[in-house]
């Protein structure tokens, strides 16, 4: 059959159409980058501070933990990013943003772990000081960072829509939190609330680049290289 023949224009097309949903054009790669950032942000922020604080009623409840105990813990949390935060400059001194956010994920997926094997106050203690530095090191700071070099006309709007990820997890996991805890118990909780944060360990990591490509740097979609330097 010719190159003119049907046979063959059917096999171009559908080339075309498997090249396109699997190498995405850089235009719209950027948009992936901000998902990513959305899966972070969920993670990092979301789970730390709401998702987490579902489980205070049931440490009560369940491990015989008193109020003061229970709120001792989600302290220790909010101390533990207020201390971290200011470092944060120095931690992505010496890691790539996207190394940097996926070690602050495994602080926070280590975190779940640990409160899920640990019976007394002080391994939630610990639990929360992992969660306090996944907080400062793997949400907001780094997300603002690495849109603003994939974005320069809809930089706003890929930032908020990255940023949504907090307030997407509240609306979800203190259900869903709820609903395990009653059914299958604490430990299961904590431990499935671990695996979906590995889950996206691996999701982002296959997603997330450290730079635009030259080429999509020169279409005028993202910053340039040397006027990221500069800042």
């Known amino acids: 059959m010719t190159q003119d023949g049907a046979p063959f224009k059917k096999e171009r097309v559908r080339i075309l159409i498997f090249s396109r949903w699997t190498r995405p ?3 719209q790669y950027a948009w992936m980058i901000c998902g990513a950032c959305f899966l972070m942000h969920f993670c990092n922020a979301g789970i730390t501070t709401i998702g987490f604080s579902a489980y ?3 440490l009560h409840q369940m491990l015989g933990f008193t109020n003061t105990q229970v709120s001792m813990i989600l302290t220790v949390r909010s101390f533990a990013s207020m201390v971290f935060l200011p470092l944060t ?6 890691l790539t943003l996207k190394t940097g956010m996926l070690l602050a994920c495994s602080l926070l997926s280590a975190a779940l772990v640990i409160a899920s094997l640990s019976r007394t106050v002080a391994g939630f203690y610990l639990s929360a000081l992992f969660m306090g530095a996944a907080y400062s090191f793997g949400s907001t700071v780094p997300i603002t960072l690495l849109l603003h070099r994939w974005f320069q006309n809809k930089r706003s709007l890929a930032t ?6 907090s307030g997407a997890c509240s609306m979800v996991a203190p259900s869903i939190i709820t609903y395990t ?5 604490l430990r299961f909780a904590l431990g499935s609330n671990a695996a979906f944060v590995l ?3 691996g999701i982002a990591a296959c997603m997330l680049r450290e730079t635009p490509p030259d080429e999509y740097i020169s279409s005028g979609r993202a910053e340039p290289q040397s006027r ?4």
């Open 25 to 27: 054009h850089r235009g």
């Open 56 to 58: 205070g009623h049931y």
């Open 89 to 94: 400059g120095a931690y992505y001194k010496k």
């Open 160 to 165: 908020a829509l990255a940023l949504c990820g």
């Open 181 to 185: 805890v009653e059914r299958l118990g």
């Open 199 to 201: 889950l996206a360990i």
């Open 228 to 231: 990221r330097s500069k800042g």
